[in-house]
Every structure is written in structure tokens, then in C-alpha cells.
């Protein structure tokens, strides 16, 4: 009779581990899980998170300042959390930020036929400073990073202790804010008679010299290269614009590559700061053909210990030059924005400081294909309207709304096919915060044909 109790009893628990299925498994880590970062100013570090489900999401990111005792307790020595826990880790009342959308640069990674998530954890400067404000009143000097994740398997809450320092060399070089700018002084058409991102230049005319300033943490080389758009290139997108330390090993190589007009190297002094990369000849740019140009700045991963992160299998992901947002562009154009404007009278390059520049199509230009319509952005801008019509004091036949930074429209397949055989007049205005007129660009005809 014991054997038989023995056999039903394992029947039974198979039956049970069949119809319960296969248990769900969970984020299982997170690396580094302690870095340091500093306390006077942002932050950013990318991590790891190991190990996840397939059905499972990252849903938050928080900071706070105090653990759960029995969580510290269980690891007192080391004085760091153990890293995953199945409930909120952190003590109510200690919460300290939330993470911005806006900074949110998180993604699913393969690398390594590993299911991971990495993240830029982006540390706002209120945060820092709240933290700060703790530990001066005597409590522990370090905070938390919470990353929870929901899945198959319940609520899981992944833990970085976050340490504070100076930002010096034992800190993960990361770029806290980018500028790039053209060197002073008015070019035709410029935007601007300071430093600016955006020039109309002449055919021919070489555009003035430019740089980027970069404040950083940290310390290291970092290194990148200056790329140029020319007209007709496929313009690069958000992900081709993020450094290459801020995204998954795997899709670093996906990020597309245009004319490369020179390499740098540039030794970043610890204790963080400000440092500034002159770009290359500017006669190296390209100005013998007409239309809308874009310098770009590409960063690299470097080798940095402090930045790098354990995906798996032995692999390692450098991360030194991370950064929470995608690097700006410079603009330039040659030819048609300095022309004078034929249907207006007014000298496109002639800015009142608040009117874009048209660029495309040139005055009088005679189109076939699709049409599109390109301007350069006046600073202070909340919105752009453009306006088409059949003559200056008539009706719109076509306004259109555009944000500021893409600076182009292409109109509906219907309204050109619509309109075909006829001369029309176009301009862009810039638009306050509260819809009020701050300027326009002069008339242009178009014909399309």
C-alpha cells in the first residue's frame, strides 16, 4: 500500500506542475548595482537590468533616500541593499524624485542571447540636491535608484545604490549638457550676431569656424567624429543622434554613418567641469551645391571602468561618454536663403531677429513633383505657421501648424495636384507662446506645374 500512496502522491504533484505550468521567472539583477555619482549636479550612469521575463516591463523609476531596515540589515557589511526584492524597498516619506519622461532613454536589449534592459539613469540636479540635504543633516550618505518591473511573476523592484562624491575619476564619464555653436560675428543670413547654430551662406562662402561646448562628470578621453548631411541625405534620426554609450551593445552598430569630416580625441581632466572640442577646418565643408546641410556631432563609447556594465556571457557594454539626450546638430545653407525674395521685396538673409529665412523652393521656382517648403527656424519661436496662397492679400489655400527644429513641410499629394498650372506666394511666421505674430519672412512665388 505505500508504494501506491507513493505513485498517487507523485501523479498528483505532476498533475499540479502541469496544470500550473512552468514557474514565471523574473529580473534576476542589475549592473553595476552601486556607482558613484555627484553631489552637487546631474548625473548619468548607464546600467544593466539582467535576466528579465519575456512578458516583463519596466513600469517606474524613482529615487529615494532610505531603505527598509531588514534590507540593509541582510547585507550590513558592504552597507549596499541585495539588489532585487519582491515589494517597494523604499521607506514611505523618503521619495525624492521621480524619473522624467524626457530622460527616460530605457530599452529592451537581446545582446548576447540575453533578455536584459539597459537604462540611462539620468540623476536630475533636484534630486542630487535633495540627497545632499540629507546626508548634511546627518543621514547615510548614499540614495537609491528603484527600477520596478512588472511581469508573469509579480512586482519586482530592482535597487542601485547611487554614492556621492565630487564627480572626479572615480566617477562614469557621462556628457551632462552639449552646445554647439558657430564662432561670432554675422554671416549672411545668420541668425543672430552671437554664436549661433544656424547660418545662410552663399554659394562658395565658407562658413565660420564652430565648436562644442560639453559639460561632463567623471574623467577619461572622449572620443567621436564631425559628420556632415549634404541635400537629399536621409536626415539622421533621434537614435543616430544619441552617443554611442547610451544605447544596448546591439544596436550601437545600427546607428547610420554620413560624410565623416574629421576624428577627435580629447582628454577630459577628472572633477568634471567644461570642456570645449573645436571642430574641423571649416573650408573642409562642403558649400558648392545648393540646399540644407547638417554638422554633426558623433560620440563614442570609451573604455572606461567606471562606466562599463556586465550584459552577460562574459560581455562587457563600455559605456564612458553616455548621456541622457541625443546631441544637437548645426545647420547651414547655401544658395537660395541669401537671394533677394522676388515677390515680397525683402532680402531674405535680412532678419528682424524673429522671421525665418525660406530656403526652399527658391523665388520663381517652377515645381513638378511633390512640394516642399524649408525655412530656417527664428529663435524665440513657440510655433511656425506657414500660409499659401494665390496673391499676398488673399485667402489661405493652405496653413499648416510646425513645431520649431524641423524647419520643413511637405504638402498633401492633393493640394499640389490641386493646384497644378497655377502661380501661388507662400511665407513663414513665427508664432509666441500665446499665438501672437512675432515676425514673417517675405512673400515668395512658386509655380507648380
Same mark, same amino acid.
Given at each position: 500500500?505505500?508504494?501506491?500512496?507513493?505513485?498517487?502522491?507523485?501523479?498528483?504533484?505532476?498533475?499540479?506542475?502541469?496544470?500550473?505550468?512552468?514557474?514565471?521567472?523574473?529580473?534576476?539583477?542589475?549592473?553595476?548595482?552601486?556607482?558613484?555619482?555627484?553631489?552637487?549636479?546631474?548625473?548619468?550612469?548607464?546600467?544593466?537590468?539582467?535576466?528579465?521575463?519575456?512578458?516583463?516591463?519596466?513600469?517606474?523609476?524613482?529615487?529615494?533616500?532610505?531603505?527598509?531596515?531588514?534590507?540593509?540589515?541582510?547585507?550590513?557589511?558592504?552597507?549596499?541593499?541585495?539588489?532585487?526584492?519582491?515589494?517597494?524597498?523604499?521607506?514611505?516619506?523618503?521619495?525624492?524624485?521621480?524619473?522624467?519622461?524626457?530622460?527616460?532613454?530605457?530599452?529592451?536589449?537581446?545582446?548576447?542571447?540575453?533578455?536584459?534592459?539597459?537604462?540611462?539613469?539620468?540623476?536630475?540636479?533636484?534630486?542630487?540636491?535633495?540627497?545632499?540635504?540629507?546626508?548634511?543633516?546627518?543621514?547615510?550618505?548614499?540614495?537609491?535608484?528603484?527600477?520596478?518591473?512588472?511581469?508573469?511573476?509579480?512586482?519586482?523592484?530592482?535597487?542601485?545604490?547611487?554614492?556621492?562624491?565630487?564627480?572626479?575619476?572615480?566617477?562614469?564619464?557621462?556628457?551632462?549638457?552639449?552646445?554647439?555653436?558657430?564662432?561670432?560675428?554675422?554671416?549672411?543670413?545668420?541668425?543672430?550676431?552671437?554664436?549661433?547654430?544656424?547660418?545662410?551662406?552663399?554659394?562658395?562662402?565658407?562658413?565660420?569656424?564652430?565648436?562644442?561646448?560639453?559639460?561632463?562628470?567623471?574623467?577619461?578621453?572622449?572620443?567621436?567624429?564631425?559628420?556632415? #548631411?549634404?541635400? %537629399?541625405?536621409?536626415?539622421? =534620426?533621434?537614435? $543616430?543622434?544619441?552617443?554611442? /554609450?547610451? &544605447?544596448? +551593445?546591439?544596436? !550601437?552598430?545600427?546607428?547610420?554613418?554620413?560624410?565623416?569630416?574629421?576624428?577627435?580625441?580629447?582628454?577630459?581632466?577628472?572633477?568634471?567641469?567644461?570642456?570645449?572640442?573645436?571642430?574641423?577646418?571649416?573650408?573642409?565643408?562642403?558649400?558648392?551645391?545648393?540646399?540644407?546641410?547638417?554638422?554633426?556631432?558623433?560620440?563614442?563609447?570609451?573604455?572606461?571602468?567606471?562606466?562599463?556594465?556586465?550584459?552577460?556571457?562574459?560581455?562587457?557594454?563600455?559605456?564612458?561618454?553616455?548621456?541622457?539626450?541625443?546631441?544637437?546638430?548645426?545647420?547651414?545653407?547655401?544658395?537660395?536663403?541669401?537671394?533677394?525674395?522676388?515677390?515680397?521685396?525683402?532680402?531674405?538673409?535680412?532678419?528682424?531677429?524673429?522671421?525665418?529665412?525660406?530656403?526652399?523652393?527658391?523665388?520663381?521656382? #517652377?515645381?513638378? %513633383?511633390?512640394?516642399?517648403? =524649408?525655412?530656417? $527656424?527664428?529663435?524665440?519661436? /513657440?510655433? &511656425?505657421? +506657414?500660409?499659401? !496662397?494665390?496673391?499676398?492679400?488673399?485667402?489661405?489655400?493652405?496653413?499648416?501648424?510646425?513645431?520649431?527644429?524641423?524647419?520643413?513641410?511637405?504638402?498633401?499629394?492633393?493640394?499640389?495636384?490641386?493646384?497644378?498650372?497655377?502661380?501661388?506666394?507662400?511665407?513663414?511666421?513665427?508664432?509666441?507662446?500665446?499665438?501672437?505674430?512675432?515676425?514673417?519672412?517675405?512673400?515668395?512665388?512658386?509655380?507648380?506645374?
Amino acid at each position: 500500500m505505500s508504494g501506491i500512496r507513493v505513485a498517487v502522491r507523485a501523479w498528483c504533484l505532476a498533475l499540479c506542475l502541469a496544470l500550473l505550468g512552468p514557474a514565471a521567472r523574473a529580473v534576476s539583477g542589475v549592473n553595476p548595482f552601486g556607482v558613484n555619482v555627484r553631489s552637487n549636479g546631474a548625473t548619468s550612469v548607464f546600467l544593466t537590468f539582467q535576466g528579465l521575463d519575456a512578458g516583463e516591463t519596466a513600469v517606474e523609476a524613482y529615487w529615494c533616500g532610505e531603505l527598509q531596515p531588514a534590507l540593509m540589515a541582510a547585507n550590513a557589511g558592504l552597507q549596499l541593499p541585495v539588489p532585487v526584492q519582491a515589494s517597494d524597498p523604499c521607506v514611505p516619506g523618503s521619495i525624492y524624485g521621480r524619473l522624467p519622461l524626457a530622460l527616460d532613454r530605457s530599452r529592451p536589449s537581446g545582446s548576447a542571447g540575453f533578455a536584459n534592459f539597459t537604462d540611462v539613469m539620468t540623476i536630475p540636479a533636484s534630486v542630487a540636491r535633495r540627497a545632499y540635504q540629507d546626508a548634511a543633516a546627518g543621514a547615510n550618505s548614499a540614495f537609491f535608484y528603484v527600477r520596478r518591473f512588472a511581469g508573469p511573476a509579480g512586482d519586482r523592484f530592482v535597487v542601485v545604490t547611487c554614492r556621492m562624491g565630487g564627480g572626479g575619476a572615480r566617477t562614469a564619464l557621462a556628457l551632462l549638457d552639449v552646445r554647439l555653436a558657430f564662432a561670432p560675428g554675422r554671416a549672411a543670413g545668420a541668425v543672430g550676431s552671437v554664436g549661433s547654430v544656424e547660418r545662410a551662406l552663399a554659394r562658395g562662402e565658407v562658413p565660420p569656424a564652430f565648436s562644442a561646448r560639453i559639460v561632463y562628470n567623471g574623467s577619461g578621453t572622449l572620443r567621436g567624429r564631425w559628420e556632415l #548631411v549634404l541635400p %537629399g541625405d536621409p536626415l539622421p =534620426t533621434e537614435e $543616430d543622434l544619441l552617443t554611442e /554609450a547610451s &544605447l544596448p +551593445l546591439e544596436q !550601437r552598430l545600427r546607428q547610420r554613418r554620413w560624410r565623416l569630416v574629421e576624428r577627435f580625441e580629447v582628454f577630459l581632466p577628472p572633477g568634471g567641469g567644461e570642456a570645449q572640442v573645436r571642430g574641423p577646418d571649416p573650408r573642409r565643408l562642403e558649400t558648392a551645391v545648393d540646399g540644407a546641410y547638417q554638422v554633426l556631432l558623433r560620440v563614442e563609447a570609451s573604455d572606461d571602468k567606471e562606466a562599463s556594465s556586465q550584459v552577460g556571457g562574459g560581455r562587457v557594454a563600455i559605456a564612458g561618454g553616455v548621456a541622457g539626450f541625443a546631441m544637437p546638430v548645426l545647420r547651414y545653407h547655401i544658395g537660395a536663403a541669401g537671394a533677394a525674395d522676388a515677390a515680397g521685396g525683402v532680402a531674405s538673409g535680412a532678419l528682424s531677429g524673429t522671421s525665418a529665412v525660406p530656403i526652399g523652393p527658391a523665388p520663381d521656382a #517652377v515645381i513638378e %513633383g511633390p512640394l516642399h517648403f =524649408t525655412w530656417i $527656424d527664428p529663435p524665440g519661436a /513657440a510655433l &511656425l505657421r +506657414l500660409r499659401v !496662397r494665390e496673391r499676398p492679400e488673399g485667402e489661405d489655400l493652405l496653413a499648416a501648424f510646425v513645431r520649431p527644429g524641423s524647419a520643413r513641410y511637405e504638402a498633401p499629394p492633393w493640394f499640389a495636384e490641386a493646384q497644378r498650372g497655377k502661380a501661388l506666394v507662400w511665407r513663414v511666421e513665427a508664432l509666441g507662446e500665446q499665438g501672437a505674430l512675432l515676425g514673417a519672412s517675405g512673400w515668395r512665388r512658386l509655380e507648380l506645374k
